[in-house]
């Protein structure tokens, strides 16, 4: 298998699930870095294994992990390629942040991205170009690789990002990219790739000096490498796998027919919930998500927006509530520490699916969705520095959004999310009014 983007949350999550895959010994995982390309020079030296430390209310887990086999700086395409070369491999995951599949708003591949054309130009001219940036532009160099090498070798793309429909969205985002490249491709990709659809959840704060101490003292290892999750985990897969995949359902995975409905509940209640906490409690000076739960007007709002969403959710009342209190339940585990800034990053990537989608459908049904416009109006505001900082894949578009008098950003937000509402514009701008009224400190 190749996983593209080796962050904390794949070494939590699709590693640990492959690692305790009945079939583990026939399987390994040959790992390119994401944002941070210096965790392949601290695995290299420890041979790829590292200490996962599960953090219970009631103490620690420590496993060592084994399943990833290699692992590579972003920028070795040559390692990409001669891995996509071969047929043995048959799997693709990839965790790269919402932003990191360059999707278009409406679908498909941003064809207008610089860094995207840019990789599209290069692959024009020569198919075994370097200096490829974007995941589109890698894999469909690795798949030009593949064809060259076999006319028939089936693989199958596992996107591991929470966004919804994401198998369609990797396939889309390919097949288009392939089509700017080289247009005889996308008859080698019907005839070989698999794309699937997944819902993945583990909560995987980043792992802080007390974490690496408590491994050196617990386990007696010196680990640069720790990661730190929850002992929740969920990973539900929808779609075929032409070539084969480990035996993930020993460790927990479902295979499901029909998955809309497992990633609308997650994507609008966890994440969701986690977006308007880390716009809205952050104004509060509230830093982690234990202490917003706990806050009693954070928990008002997160409930408040729970409601929008849940009137949406197609699943039945009662499951729905035992999600809400499992995810409490988490939230309120003192043992993770959760920075809500991790989570404010990248909201132009989140805002649109985690909680515009529940807005829409609540004005639709005529209702005013408070929850969801209190999330919108936060991150309004956290645009204009309240709160965490602004971490964003696309700061250069949204920034300018939120320049000049509070009631013209609040339209130009609006517009910017799809949202042509009159009584919602000023819902947003009163609630925006009220947050900024309980800023613990000014914009730094
Ligand atoms: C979070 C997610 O950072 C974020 O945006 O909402 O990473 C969240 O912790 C995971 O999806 C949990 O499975």
Redesign the pocket.
Known sequence: MVHLGVGN?FRAHQAWYTEHAGDAPDWGIAAFTGRSAAIAETLAPQEGLYTLVIQGPQGNDYEVIGSLSAVHAASDLKALRSYLADPAVVVVTSTVTEAGYVRAPGGGADLADPALAADIATLRENPTADGLTTLPGKLVAGLLARRAAHERAPITFVPCD?VSGNGEMIEAVLRDTAAAVDPTLGAWIDANCGFVTTM?????PRPTDADLEAVRRERGVDDPAVVVTEPFTEWVLSGAFPGGRPQWETSGARFVDDIEAFETR?LWL??GS??LMAYAATILGIETVYDAIRDERVRGWVEEWWDVAARHLPLPPEEIRSYRAALVERYENPAIR?LLA??A?DGSQ?LPIRIVPALLADRAAGVMPTGAVRAVAAWVLHLRGLGAAVHDARADEVLPLVEGPLDTAVNRVLEWLGIDDREVAAAVLAEAESLTALAATPAS
């Open positions: 949350f929470n993945v959840d583990r909560i995987t997650k966890l994440n986690h977006s959760h991790q989570i990053a989140k």
